[in-house]
């Protein structure tokens, strides 16, 4: 089994110190919420977010977005071997349901994260994404993985191919990726991974560094050859 977290995501909704901001109260108009209600979104918040510490990185609900996207599409979800979790800046946890068919528009899946921070579950009545407060260390530690796999291009450099030697269809694999634009983890992964692992020389976005992970977990397991009964 394969636990994909996707760690320090920049998800959270629009922070109180810049709730009054008039950018920030025409867009919770539109949307017919309270100011504080909504998904921070610097494509379209970026005047308000000037303000904010650590404003040139934050609100990229897109970044979870495709990385969800990417890895629920993935054959490995369909054959029951994923798990997918997305740790927040402010340590909120959103458990993703494997068989969640999630928007495939962002400002459809930003009411479902609107729900969600709301509600703690999404969407009502029959919830496909729960949230919880827990830290990157306590999800890894619940998690009881055999290895914990954090890619970080401060890592080790590594081929895809040599990730995951030694690693059987038994065995619990953890992979970190960060969810965020640019800088560096917030969490101190260090203290959670028993590998850092550097992929390429140069960084790379949290969906493409997904999409490898997934595909090459799932070549290492046969998974390919196995759904093509070859
Ligand atoms: C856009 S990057 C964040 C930029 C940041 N400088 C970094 O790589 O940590 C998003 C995530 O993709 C993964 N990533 C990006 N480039 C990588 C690389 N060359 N090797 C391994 N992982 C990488 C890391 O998990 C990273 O946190």
Not at 22 to 45: C, D, F, K
Not at 179 to 206: K, R
């Amino acid at each position: 089994m394969l636990n994909l977290v996707i760690a320090d995501a920049e998800v959270e909704t629009v922070p109180a110190e810049i709730a009054d901001h008039r950018v920030i109260r025409w867009h919770a108009r539109q949307r017919g919420r309270r100011p504080t209600e909504i998904i921070l979104n610097s494509g379209l918040h970026h005047a308000a977010m000037r303000r904010l510490p650590d404003g040139d990185r934050r609100g990229r609900p897109d970044i979870a977005h495709m990385c969800l996207l990417l890895a629920l599409d993935a054959p490995l979800n369909r054959e029951g071997l994923l798990r997918v979790y997305v740790h927040t800046r402010q340590d909120r946890l959103i458990t993703v349901n494997p068989s969640t068919r999630l928007p495939r528009v962002l400002n459809r899946f930003e009411g479902l994260l609107e729900q969600l921070f709301l509600a703690g579950e999404a969407p009502p009545g029959k919830p496909l994404l729960r949230l919880e407060r827990a830290t990157l260390k306590e999800l890894i530690g619940r998690l009881r993985p055999r290895k914990t796999i954090t890619f970080s291009d401060r890592g080790q450099r590594k081929l895809m191919s040599e990730i995951y030697s030694g690693v059987s269809r038994d065995d619990d694999v953890c992979v970190v990726i960060g969810g965020f634009p640019s800088g560096d983890f917030l969490s101190d992964v260090g203290s959670i991974s028993d590998e850092q692992v550097c992929i390429d020389p140069e960084p790379l976005t949290a969906p493409t560094v997904v999409a490898r992970a997934i595909y090459v977990y799932e070549e290492s397991l046969g998974i390919t050859r196995s759904r093509l009964g070859r």
